[in-house]
Protein backbone atom coordinates (compact mmCIF):
# COMPACT_ATOMS: atom_id res chain seq x y z
CA UNK A 1 0.00 0.00 0.00
CA UNK A 2 2.92 2.27 -0.09
CA UNK A 3 3.37 2.43 -3.51
CA UNK A 4 -0.34 4.76 -3.06
CA UNK A 5 0.42 8.48 -3.76
CA UNK A 6 -0.95 10.91 -1.57
CA UNK A 7 -3.57 13.49 -2.08
CA UNK A 8 -3.19 16.83 -2.70
CA UNK A 9 -4.75 19.27 -0.63
CA UNK A 10 -5.03 22.26 1.41
CA UNK A 11 -5.41 23.41 4.84
CA UNK A 12 -6.35 26.84 6.66
CA UNK A 13 -5.29 28.22 9.31
CA UNK A 14 -8.63 31.15 9.84
CA UNK A 15 -7.12 33.86 12.53
CA UNK A 16 -9.71 36.22 14.27
CA UNK A 17 -8.52 39.64 15.36
CA UNK A 18 -7.62 38.53 19.02
CA UNK A 19 -5.26 35.90 17.60
CA UNK A 20 -7.63 33.15 18.14
CA UNK A 21 -8.20 29.97 15.45
CA UNK A 22 -10.93 28.79 14.07
CA UNK A 23 -11.26 24.46 14.39
CA UNK A 24 -14.26 22.72 13.93
CA UNK A 25 -15.56 19.40 15.44
CA UNK A 26 -15.77 16.51 12.86
CA UNK A 27 -18.92 15.09 12.28
CA UNK A 28 -17.76 11.83 11.23
CA UNK A 29 -15.22 10.64 13.89
CA UNK A 30 -16.23 8.59 17.42
CA UNK A 31 -13.47 10.16 19.36
CA UNK A 32 -13.56 13.96 20.08
CA UNK A 33 -11.65 14.91 16.98
CA UNK A 34 -11.13 19.12 15.74
CA UNK A 35 -9.48 20.54 12.89
CA UNK A 36 -8.70 23.61 10.98
CA UNK A 37 -10.51 24.04 7.27
CA UNK A 38 -8.96 21.27 4.88
CA UNK A 39 -9.73 19.92 1.45
CA UNK A 40 -8.82 18.34 -1.84
CA UNK A 41 -8.45 20.54 -4.57
CA UNK A 42 -10.59 20.21 -8.18
CA UNK A 43 -8.86 19.66 -11.25
CA UNK A 44 -8.13 22.69 -12.75
CA UNK A 45 -8.24 24.71 -9.19
CA UNK A 46 -5.10 26.55 -8.03
CA UNK A 47 -3.99 25.59 -4.22
CA UNK A 48 -4.97 29.26 -3.12
CA UNK A 49 -8.62 29.29 -4.82
CA UNK A 50 -9.17 25.56 -3.23
CA UNK A 51 -8.24 27.36 0.31
CA UNK A 52 -10.90 29.82 -0.38
CA UNK A 53 -13.48 27.29 -1.23
CA UNK A 54 -12.83 24.93 1.49
CA UNK A 55 -13.28 27.78 3.84
CA UNK A 56 -16.53 28.50 2.48
CA UNK A 57 -17.58 24.86 2.55
CA UNK A 58 -16.27 23.65 6.28
CA UNK A 59 -16.56 27.39 7.45
CA UNK A 60 -19.70 28.86 5.40
CA UNK A 61 -18.14 31.82 5.56
CA UNK A 62 -16.24 33.47 2.74
CA UNK A 63 -15.15 36.58 5.09
CA UNK A 64 -11.51 36.05 5.23
CA UNK A 65 -8.09 37.37 3.32
CA UNK A 66 -5.24 35.05 2.87
CA UNK A 67 -1.95 36.06 4.24
CA UNK A 68 0.62 34.04 4.23
CA UNK A 69 1.45 30.61 2.58
CA UNK A 70 3.48 27.93 3.85
CA UNK A 71 6.12 26.98 1.91
CA UNK A 72 6.76 23.77 0.40
CA UNK A 73 3.75 20.54 0.70
CA UNK A 74 3.49 19.38 4.33
CA UNK A 75 2.54 15.35 4.19
CA UNK A 76 0.89 12.70 6.64
CA UNK A 77 0.36 8.94 6.59
CA UNK A 78 -2.42 8.00 7.06
CA UNK A 79 -2.66 4.82 10.40
CA UNK A 80 -1.80 1.66 8.63
CA UNK A 81 -5.65 0.69 9.96
CA UNK A 82 -7.24 3.53 7.66
CA UNK A 83 -5.39 2.99 4.41
CA UNK A 84 -7.54 1.28 1.40
CA UNK A 85 -10.58 2.75 3.53
CA UNK A 86 -9.77 6.65 3.97
CA UNK A 87 -10.27 8.33 0.43
CA UNK A 88 -11.84 5.45 -1.34
CA UNK A 89 -9.24 3.75 -0.50
CA UNK A 90 -6.75 5.64 -3.27
CA UNK A 91 -4.53 7.08 -0.92
CA UNK A 92 -2.14 6.78 1.60
CA UNK A 93 -2.09 9.88 3.10
CA UNK A 94 -1.80 13.98 2.31
CA UNK A 95 0.09 16.80 0.72
CA UNK A 96 -1.27 19.74 1.92
CA UNK A 97 -0.16 23.21 1.24
CA UNK A 98 -1.06 25.92 4.21
CA UNK A 99 -2.36 29.29 3.79
CA UNK A 100 -2.83 31.60 6.81
CA UNK A 101 -5.71 33.82 5.97
CA UNK A 102 -7.43 36.72 8.41
CA UNK A 103 -10.95 36.77 9.27
CA UNK A 104 -12.54 39.69 8.03
CA UNK A 105 -16.49 38.81 9.23
CA UNK A 106 -17.61 38.04 12.81
CA UNK A 107 -18.70 35.11 14.66
CA UNK A 108 -22.40 35.32 12.83
CA UNK A 109 -20.80 35.16 9.61
CA UNK A 110 -19.46 31.34 10.40
CA UNK A 111 -22.48 29.11 9.36
CA UNK A 112 -21.24 25.35 9.46
CA UNK A 113 -24.30 24.60 7.56
CA UNK A 114 -24.05 26.53 4.89
CA UNK A 115 -22.77 23.28 2.72
CA UNK A 116 -23.22 19.77 3.87
CA UNK A 117 -21.41 19.92 7.11
CA UNK A 118 -18.51 18.69 8.09
CA UNK A 119 -17.96 19.80 11.29
CA UNK A 120 -20.73 19.91 14.07
CA UNK A 121 -19.59 22.60 16.24
CA UNK A 122 -16.82 25.17 16.42
CA UNK A 123 -15.08 27.74 18.51
CA UNK A 124 -11.83 29.69 18.29
CA UNK A 125 -8.51 28.52 20.06
CA UNK A 126 -4.99 29.57 21.26
CA UNK A 127 -2.65 28.81 18.97
CA UNK A 128 -0.60 26.28 21.20
CA UNK A 129 -4.38 24.30 22.16
CA UNK A 130 -4.88 22.85 18.29
CA UNK A 131 -2.38 20.28 18.36
CA UNK A 132 -3.83 18.63 21.29
CA UNK A 133 -7.06 18.58 19.84
CA UNK A 134 -6.36 17.12 16.41
CA UNK A 135 -5.94 13.30 15.65
CA UNK A 136 -2.07 11.80 16.50
CA UNK A 137 -1.66 11.43 12.79
CA UNK A 138 -2.01 14.77 11.97
CA UNK A 139 -0.37 16.15 14.96
CA UNK A 140 3.20 16.81 13.15
CA UNK A 141 2.13 18.81 10.70
CA UNK A 142 -0.47 20.68 12.97
CA UNK A 143 3.07 21.75 14.61
CA UNK A 144 4.93 22.57 11.28
CA UNK A 145 1.72 24.96 10.39
CA UNK A 146 1.71 26.34 13.76
CA UNK A 147 5.50 27.40 14.16
CA UNK A 148 5.37 28.73 10.13
CA UNK A 149 2.52 30.91 11.14
CA UNK A 150 3.19 31.86 14.84
CA UNK A 151 5.06 35.25 13.82
CA UNK A 152 2.24 36.59 11.81
CA UNK A 153 -0.20 34.85 13.93
CA UNK A 154 0.89 36.70 17.33
CA UNK A 155 1.29 40.07 15.38
CA UNK A 156 -2.00 40.13 14.95
CA UNK A 157 -2.73 39.09 18.00
Known sequence: MSDLP?????????????????????????????????????????????????????????????????????TYDLPAHLIGMAFKGKFKGQKQKWFLARFTGKDSDIDLFAHEPEFSAWRWFDLDELPKLIVPFKKPTYEAVIEGFRPLVAAKG
Open 6 to 74: YRPCVGIMLVNAAGKVFAGKRIDQTVEGWQMPQGGIDEGESPRDAALRELKEEAGTDKAEIIAEMPGWL
